[in-house]
């Protein structure tokens, strides 16, 4: 791989393709991990036949009124969406790490995607400054830590 | 003539003693009787005793006839049975060697069977231990396989994390990069220069 002559923007983008492997679709162990949390979240672990009490009670306990991101009221956009902050797509041994859970409106969801954590505070510094300390605020340290591991 | 000397005469004339007592019975030999006299007194005794014993002979022939016919009714009878007898004899025997017959054919056919299952039991015997020894080197490459399986599973959990781990060292980089440009863009002109050098030196190390 010769990476002299690439512009920064193309080193940075080789680095994403690299970094954004799917790796719930590499080993039948990481489908599994990936997997578990739609066991949790959803009745027969299909999202069409409707949400656990278990993972309703979760949201109850871990949740206000309010998006920890937009601030606004969840009945304003379109209701309460548990997110992994590590998408588990990416992290699947995260799927089931509660530190990793979080409740945010669909709205912030969709905006989030499957961005890696840096690149969402990159991301809502550049197009929401406004809102980037809320999420700053939200950064999951211990598990990024727990890659070193 | 004395008793003696009459009953010696009689047996003579081929009586039995016990007759000839019987039928002197009669007669006192006291009076010491003649031949003449003796011969009358026998004469009456054989006529009656002669006819007795004649009742009594057709009496035990017509007992006798009856016997006889039993028996040949049961001589019937035994020979009816004994026909039977034989005839089911001779078709028992006959089934029997059929019987025989089969089954010696059968215990042929199970000996050749007893050899054929001996010499494939002992074609398992050698398959079985020659398993055996493969089964014991594949339990050992097995196991040679799941220490690197496992070996391989641990490598892998760490890659996994030091790719994620990399990249949101470049996704902080970036980060603070743009942090810092933003930072950059707040200085006056104459001082962007300055903070730039600053800036680079930092990122340079």
């Known amino acids: 791989m010769n990476l002299n002559d690439r512009e920064l923007k193309e080193l940075f983008e080789l680095a994403d393709k690299i970094g954004k492997k799917r790796y719930h679709k590499l080993t039948e162990q990481d489908f599994e991990n990936y997997k578990k949390f739609d066991y949790w979240r959803y009745i027969n672990g299909d999202g069409e036949c409707g949400t656990t009490q278990e993972s309703k009670d979760w949201v109850e306990k871990h949740s206000n009124w309010y998006c920890p991101i937009c601030g606004k009221n969840y009945s304003a956009t379109n209701g309460k969406t548990i997110d992994h902050k590590l998408p588990r797509a990416q992290y699947p041994w995260l799927a089931m790490n509660f530190m990793n859970l979080w409740v945010i409106c669909q709205a912030c969801n969709k905006d989030k995607g499957e961005k890696h954590w840096y690149e969402y505070e990159h991301y809502m510094f550049v197009h929401h400054p406004e809102l980037y300390l809320a999420v700053k605020a939200a950064r999951p340290s211990q598990l990024l830590e727990s890659l070193k591991d | ?205």
């Open chain 2, 1 to 205: 003539m004395k008793r003696s000397e009459a009953i010696k005469l009689l047996e003579s004339e081929a009586w039995t003693k016990a007759d000839a007592i019987r039928a002197l019975e009669v007669i006192d030999f006291n009076n010491n009787p003649d031949e003449l006299t003796i011969r009358r007194a026998i004469s009456n005794f054989a006529g009656s005793e002669l006819s007795h014993r004649q009742r009594l002979q057709a009496a035990q022939k017509g007992q006798v006839t009856k016997k006889n016919k039993e028996i040949e009714q049961i001589h019937k009878e035994y020979d009816v049975k004994i026909t039977r007898y034989k005839q089911e004899l001779k078709q028992a025997r006959e089934r029997n060697e059929t019987e025989l017959h089969n089954l010696t054919a059968v215990n042929n056919e199970l000996k050749a069977e007893v050899r054929r299952l001996s010499l494939n039991n002992d074609q398992l015997k050698k398959d079985n231990i020659s398993l055996k020894e493969k089964l014991q080197n594949l339990t050992i490459a097995n196991k040679d396989l799941d220490a690197k399986l496992t070996n391989t599973n641990l490598v892998n959990e760490q890659l996994k994390k030091d790719n994620k781990d990399l990249k949101n060292v470049v996704d902080a980089i970036k980060l603070k990069l743009a942090i810092e440009v933003n930072q950059l863009l707040k200085y006056e002109d104459s001082e962007i220069r300055k903070a730039l050098i600053k800036l680079f030196n930092s990122t340079l190390g």
